[in-house]
T-cell receptor, first 115, second 112 residues
């Protein structure tokens, strides 16, 4: 158990819909990262937050957005869903921001299926 | 950005055999992690190893940052070692550390 909690574990939804994935980082971790794993693109970095502020952006679509709340939990919002958005979405956390070297721990992921 | 190449892409072992997985990266890094993704999709952190050698039970890892590669050794493999092994270096962006960049992984199957 990495200490990073993600909900829901599985989600099936229809095209055009909107879903929210939730992540609670490990106790004491200030950084939260979101990654997407699909069969054709592999594991891709989406976005990072540090202590409530966006720190870095990767290959995140405009239809997707995220935020980190004052209690440090984070949500990833996926809207106007398409079949190609079906993937395993990981949340990860670490103690420091991008400037500090430390281990990044991953949650168990949220399986999203768009039908 | 950093390019990550892992080899071999696929590996089949008999239980009890040893193996070495390799990760080459294209740029200087100061952080590298190895992960095991089990058949249920969980990404399990194996090593944080920006340089040097570390051992954890039957697994050990070595990173030679100056030569831009890392190795993961699995000894006396077990069926529970099956899954995909990812190398993920962390590069530099604008003077600070960037995020983990994942390779395509090595898919390991250990047969009983």
């Amino acid at each position: 158990d990495s200490g990073v909690t993600q909900t829901p574990k599985h989600l099936i939804t229809a095209t055009g819909q909107r879903v929210t994935l939730r992540c609670s980082p490990r106790s004491g971790d200030l950084s939260v990262y979101w990654y997407q794993q699909s069969l054709d693109q592999g594991l891709q970095f989406l976005i990072q937050y540090y202590n409530g502020e966006e720190r870095a952006k990767g290959n995140i679509l405009e239809r997707f957005s995220a935020q980190q709340f004052p209690d440090l939990h984070s949500e990833l919002n996926l809207s106007s869903l398409e079949l190609g958005d079906s993937a395993l979405y990981f949340c990860a956390s670490s103690v420091g921001g991008a400037a500090s070297g430390n281990t990044i721990y991953f949650g168990e992921g949220s399986w999203l299926t768009v039908v | 950005g950093i390019q990550v190449e892992q080899s071999p892409p696929d590996l089949i072992l008999q239980e009890g055999a040893n193996s070495t997985l390799r990760c080459n990266f294209s740029d200087s890094v100061n952080n590298l992690q190895w992960f095991h993704q089990n058949p249920w999709g969980q990404l399990i952190n194996l090593f944080y190893i920006p340089s040097g050698t570390k051992q954890n039970g039957r697994l050990s890892a070595t990173t030679v940052a100056t030569e831009r590669y890392s190795l993961l050794y699995i000894s006396s493999s077990q069926t529970t070692d099956s899954g995909v092994y990812f190398c993920a270096p962390r590069g530099w962006y604008g003077g600070s550390q960037g995020n983990l960049i994942f390779g395509k992984g090595t898919k390991l199957s250990v047969k009983p």
